[in-house]
């Protein structure tokens, strides 16, 4: 194997909530260095926790934009006391948090054309930034902001078709309306609006780098099918901000070669390509390799679906963003809140806290478990809102209970049943060619992906995603060096590690659930019905 310090790569990057991380992938696509900085033990001067400020009342959630430009000198200087070879770096792309947004104080432009290699970065970046304390994806302080933008462009529905979302708090542009509004002041110095990938990648541009089309879908700010920025948006969020935002590019866009500091101060090659940073969920796509017709399910404390989608039609719920890898295709987002919580649950209830008894309930029970159908939401779902158990009988009946196999079997076709659905309602549709990648805890349990393979009528197939953020940055890294030559995107991924079949449909599977999935989704919606008007 060749000496890490010569082998020729690409670097993928991931500023997240908790730390930032690096890997290095060599031209077979192997992943031969790894490494990263945790902000709350690294970094202990900051105060965060879990990377983040929690404020008073616990709605604003802020991140110290200082910590993110240390935690990258920090990592640099690790790279280099290891011996990391940067010379053989032949470009680099990374992913950010979604939605979290950074603001540059006016002048800060020249600061950063002029960074000193003999001095870190935090050291010479500490007057640059008009809000010291960024708002991130956990915040929830600007529902004034949000029905505010609704009610600006015609409404929940209208700004989700403009936009791929209906206004959510976290979304870049209703954070960026509270500071508009509440610190005018602050507004009015910045001169430059990023989000966390685009500023991680001005990092090591030395210049203000474009906002990528994926991750610019997620700030109810981007018309998604055009993939400029919505003027009627803009004009509702705040004034001048078309120009504070600068113009939206193609996710796999080179948006320059690497600054001169990076090339003095730990020699990368000057001709460095910097690759437009992205979203981590976007970059996630990407180190998943989706496909056309493919989808990816998390299975996790919460469960989220990532669909390759080519029409959307974009809902009141989960969200649709342009795809990182074809700027011409989609992806769609949709999260479940009652994930593995709520399957440990249903084990101690109904299968003596014991995985293989829960396995052996699902080998013992019938497809379509003799038409009884369960929900099971014990916090507040987020797709559909809905709390509380519901069992129906074959005849549509609602039970006080289910005997313990039938209850095992409810809950996991009930699950993925409501996951198809929603899909199915954002305009994914199963193909001949679908894969469905799982991951995360439950992807270890092969009786649980018989039921989703089952329930979708797709194969399913298990990827080691520990770094799929990162990973898929680098890929886009590559894909940006290629873009050049109109490679498509799974021309350069071809040589990754493929992804391991677990599980293929059972015989007759389309048939039984061609039957349940309709009633399934009437039982849903009258469930939904009844909780509104509890809640009323």
């Not at 700004?159 to 509440?182: D, H, P, V, W």
């Not at 404390?301 to 974009?314: C, Q, R």
């Not at 520990?466 to 109109?486: E, I, K, M, P, R």
């Not at 590690?497 to 009258?526: D, I």
Request: net charge negative; with cysteine.
């Amino acid at each position: 194997m060749a000496d890490p310090a010569t082998r020729r790569c690409c670097l993928g990057w991931d500023f997240s909530t908790q730390q930032v991380k690096v890997v290095a992938v060599d031209a077979e696509l192997n992943v031969f260095y790894e490494d990263s900085v945790h902000f709350d033990t690294d970094l202990p001067e900051f105060g965060t926790q879990g990377g983040v400020h929690v404020h008073e009342g616990g709605l604003a959630v802020t991140s110290p934009v200082l910590m993110w430009v240390q935690a990258l000198d920090i990592i640099l200087e690790k790279m280099k006391a290891s011996g990391f070879g940067f010379s053989q770096v032949l470009a680099l792309s990374g992913a950010g948090q979604q939605h979290g947004s950074v603001y540059w104080k006016a002048g800060a432009s020249q600061v950063l054309k002029g960074l000193s290699p003999d001095l870190p970065l935090h050291e010479q970046l500490q007057a640059c930034f008009s809000i010291s304390n960024c708002p991130v994806w956990m915040d929830s302080s600007t529902t004034a902001q949000c029905r505010q933008l609704e009610a600006a462009v015609g409404g929940a529905q209208a700004l989700s078709c403009l936009t791929g979302s209906r206004a959510y708090e976290r979304f870049t542009g209703n954070q960026i309306a509270k500071i508009y509004q509440q610190h005018p002041e602050a507004y009015s110095h910045t001169e430059r609006i990023s989000l966390v990938s685009s500023f991680a990648a001005s990092l090591f541009l030395g210049s203000y780098s474009h906002i990528d089309y994926s991750d610019g879908s997620g700030m109810n700010l981007l018309q998604i099918q055009d993939k400029v920025w919505s003027q009627a948006c803009l004009d509702a969020c705040a004034p001048h901000l078309e120009k504070k935002l600068g113009p939206p590019v193609p996710s796999c866009s080179v948006v320059g070669a690497i600054s001169s500091y990076y090339v003095q101060r730990y020699g990368f090659p000057p001709e460095c390509k910097v690759v437009a940073f992205t979203g981590d969920n976007p970059a996630s796509l990407a180190g998943m390799r989706l496909e056309e017709g493919d989808i990816a399910v998390s299975l996790g404390t919460s469960d989220t679906l990532f669909l390759w989608l080519k029409e959307p039609t974009p809902a009141l719920e989960g969200h649709i963003f342009c795809n990182p890898v074809d700027p011409q295709q989609y992806m769609a987002l949709l999260c479940f809140k009652n994930g593995s919580l709520m399957r440990e649950k249903i084990r101690d209830e109904a299968a003596s806290c014991s995985w293989s008894k829960f396995s052996e309930a699902l080998r013992s029970t019938e497809m379509g478990n003799g038409g009884n159908l369960g929900f099971y939401f014990d916090v507040m779902e987020i797709t559909p809102e809905i709390i509380g158990r519901y069992r129906f009988s074959a005849e549509n009946r609602e039970v006080s209970a289910f005997p313990k196999d039938v209850e095992i079997r409810a809950l996991i076709e009930g699950q993925f049943m409501a996951k198809r659905i929603h899909a199915e309602g954002l305009g994914y549709r199963v193909m001949p060619k679908t894969k469905i990648l799982a991951t995360g805890g439950a992807s270890h349990n092969r009786d649980i992906l018989q039921v989703l393979a089952d329930v979708f009528c797709a194969p399913v197939y298990v990827i080691d995603t520990a770094n799929s953020a990162c990973v898929g940055s680098a890929y886009q890294a590559f894909h940006g060096l290629a873009a050049g030559t109109d490679v498509p995107f799974q021309e350069v991924v071809k040589l990754a590690p493929k992804p391991r079949l677990a599980a293929t449909p059972t015989p007759g599977a389309s048939q039984v659930y061609a039957a349940l999935l309709p009633r399934y989704a009437q039982l849903e919606q009258r469930i939904v019905s009844q909780t509104q008007g509890l809640l009323e």
